[in-house]
Nanobody
Framework: QVQLVESGGGLVQPGGSLRLSCAAS????????MGWYRQAPGKQRELVATVTSGVGSTNYADSVKDRFTISRDNARKAVYLQMNSLKPEDTAVYYC??????????????WGQGTQVTVSS
């Protein structure tokens, strides 16, 4: 069974940094795009950043450009989100997302369980 497991969330002061990690486990055949989304209380889930397979093209929400950096390690089946200059409005549950094809199963979108990021003094 395929799972995405996130880690690295926590409480940080405004202006601080955090690094989120997400690793895929299970019998995987191919991993395509990977990304991070977030959902703040009372708001819809929104895209934060994505990275494609192959050349690793990236895409960011305007609100995090120049502050967040997404990267991936294909050998480790992992995706990372380096978050710098954090603001209180970055507070949310962050979800890892991957477009992947498990062995013997159809290609599909998978989600992690979420990790809380709180930016507060």
């Amino acid at each position: 069974q395929v799972q995405l497991v996130e880690s690295g969330g926590g409480l940080v002061q405004p202006g601080g940094s955090l690094r989120l990690s997400c690793a895929a486990s299970g019998s995987l055949f191919s991993i395509y795009a990977m990304g991070w989304y977030r959902q703040a209380p009372g708001k819809q889930r929104e895209l934060v950043a994505t990275v494609t397979s192959g050349v690793g093209s990236t895409n960011y929400a305007d609100s995090v450009k120049d502050r967040f950096t997404i990267s991936r390690d294909n050998a480790r089946k992992a995706v990372y989100l380096q978050m710098n200059s954090l603001k209180p409005e970055d507070t949310a549950v962050y979800y890892c997302n991957a477009d992947l094809k498990p062995a013997g199963r159809a290609r599909n979108i998978y989600w992690g369980q979420g990790t809380q990021v709180t930016v507060s003094s």
